[in-house]
């Protein structure tokens, strides 16, 4: 990875000057190396010298220039040149050379094209969608389940062993089984959609011989949650390695265990007739654990569902919740600190989806459920739109748009890119896809192309760390549109033999790196449109 090479470059410059002299010893901070937005600043930056000039309190251009210098100075480096910008920015130009040589990488790694070794196989478990039990899945709940399968698919791809997870909230005492077992019997009206009619009416010879709220909800429950789980394999095409259903934790009295062991640590007190959890050495207000009927709360078995994640060894914990719980987050790390653990703790939330044009109302039924929009609009294109807009922002579904077949609509032109070369190689089948001369791949639009290309695995990386997944649909356009711009000015198929020859390797390699990407956000890469 370039990106890795530079930073490496950088670091020993700096521990040469180090130990010449030039600069005091101290620790070096972290080396952030970055794409300029501009092209005329380089292919990579780095402020490093800026950083360093808070230590060594000398001026950031002259840090800058001595850092040039070593790195000049060696005997083989992958740049053709490099500037120093005020106020001390270190720009790389990246040798044409270097470029020309990765065209052969990426066709030796193919499918491997991408991935490294950054989780060093680190049990990873990502929980998402967990809807509640009482309806189909609405266009709010397609934002967490395509966010967190594509983010299982990155992090897959960095070396982490992940396992997919789906909560079940269908303990029996909650409130929503009570007031769903209430639907079922015709005895309120709290979650009745069209649905909830069809199947309540589909089940009706099974309802007539129970009597209980409880169990006609839990009933009831259950039959929604088997549809949910069937959509989500059959429609979504979304796999879950564990489905965990919060009932069968009050079964296996991990609810009581779990409170016990506060006891335990003396962080539970009574209080108008119910038990609480101090939290205010957390800095936070303190919670119920059990309500004045002798109930559980959601809280408590939450806390007990995580002492589960942790008691099966995971070593990072990732939770991806709606925008409802955002409130729910202090005291969720709080309640890790309690569990005492070690390891790496995320919550993520997805903030509202609304359809251009319509509105939205659970309380009165209008909710649009995400078969709906598959079925209008296709599984890739939903998937596309999902992942293009930042998890903590809110998003409006374009529907017109993304029904589009036209380079306005930016899945349909990815994917296109895609088809075209495949059109291209159909057409070329006399010619063996391996060039012997990467030298004659000169052109401006060839060489973005690949600075394109080389990008893909620091794209993973960098989404890796910090779940910014929409980076991954945007990459996909870009590489989209550097090819589509090396097609309009170069021809791929031409009397000079050799030109051909690895103008069609070129595209082949960008036919991996576009089918890795759509890969990772489980959208498909057709060969004909």
């Known amino acids: 990875m370039i990106r890795k090479e530079i930073t490496n470059l950088v670091e020993k410059s700096i521990k040469t000057l180090q130990k010449e002299g030039v600069f005091l010893a101290f620790n070096i901070p972290s080396i952030k190396i ?104 609405h266009i709010g709940n397609g934002r967490g389940a395509f966010f967190g399968d594509t983010l299982a698919n990155i992090l897959e791809a960095a070396d982490y062993k992940v396992f997919r997870e789906y909560y079940i909230n269908d303990a029996r005492n909650n409130n929503q089984i009570q007031e769903l077992g ?54 979504l095409k979304i796999w879950f390695d564990y489905w965990i259903s919060e009932q069968i934790l009050y079964r296996q009295d991990r609810i009581k265990t779990m409170y016990n062991d506060l006891k335990d640590k003396n962080l539970v007190y009574g209080k108008e007739n119910a038990y609480w959890l101090n939290l205010k050495k957390f800095n936070q207000k303190d919670e119920v654990l059990v309500k004045e009927n002798g109930q559980s709360t959601y809280f408590l078995a939450d806390m007990a569902y995580h002492k ?39 919550i993520l939330i997805t903030q509202i989806v609304s359809l251009k044009g319509k509105k939205m109302s659970k309380r009165k039924g209008k909710i649009i459920t995400l078969e709906w929009l598959i079925d209008k609009v296709g599984l890739d294109a939903s998937r596309f739109f999902y992942l293009m807009k930042s ?104 009397e000079n033999k050799e030109l051909t020859q690895v103008r069609l390797v070129l595209i082949l390699v960008t036919k991996i790196v576009l089918e890795n990407t759509l890969n990772l956000m489980g959208i498909s890469a057709p060969e004909k449109m």
């Not at 210098?69 to 120093?84: C, L, Q, R």
């Not at 196989?121 to 309806?135: H, L, Q, R």
């Not at 994640?309 to 709606?322: E, H, M, Q, T, V």
């Not at 057409?427 to 290309?453: D, R």
Request: net charge positive; proline share 4%.
């Open 34 to 137: 970055e794409k300029p937005e501009d092209k005329m600043y380089g292919d990579y930056a780095t402020n490093v010298a800026m950083v360093i000039a808070k230590f060594v309190k000398k001026n950031p251009m002259e840090i800058a220039d001595a850092i040039k210098s070593k790195i000049k100075n060696k005997k083989s480096n992958p740049f053709d040149e490099i500037k120093i910008v005020k106020p001390g920015f270190i720009n790389f130009f990246v040798l044409k050379e270097y470029l020309q040589k990765q065209i052969k990488d990426i066709l030796i790694e193919k499918d491997n094209f991408g991935r490294s070794r950054l989780g060093k196989g680190k049990k990873t478990n990502i929980e998402f969608i967990s809807a509640n039990p009482t309806g189909p899945l």
């Open 182 to 235: 209430k639907t079922a019997l015709g005895q309120g009206k709290s979650y009745l959609t069209p649905y909830l009619k069809k199947l309540i009416l589909k089940l009706k010879p099974h309802l007539k011989k129970i009597r209980s709220v409880t169990d006609a909800g839990y009933f009831l429950s259950q039959n929604v949650f088997r549809d949910i789980k069937k959509f989500c394999q059959e429609k």
């Open 308 to 346: 589960f994640k942790i008691g099966r060894g995971f070593k990072k914990i990732i939770d991806i919740w709606g925008a409802d719980h955002q409130g729910h987050i202090p005291r969720m790390r709080a309640a890790m600190e309690i569990l005492s653990y070690k390891g790496d703790f995320d």
């Open 391 to 494: 998890l903590d922002t809110q998003m409006e579904f374009d529907l017109e748009l993304a029904k589009q077949q036209s380079k306005k609509n930016p899945v349909y032109y990815v994917q296109y890119a895609h088809a075209r070369i495949c059109s291209i190689l159909r057409k070329v089948k006399s010619y063996k896809l391996q060039a012997t001369s990467y030298k004659l791949l000169n052109h401006p639009s060839e060489l973005e192309l690949i600075k394109q290309l080389i990008r893909f695995p620091e794209i993973i990386e960098d989404t890796a760390k910090d779940y910014q997944v929409q980076r991954i649909p945007q990459y996909a356009i870009d590489l989209a549109t550097s090819f589509h711009q090396f097609y309009r000015d170069c021809r791929v198929i031409s």
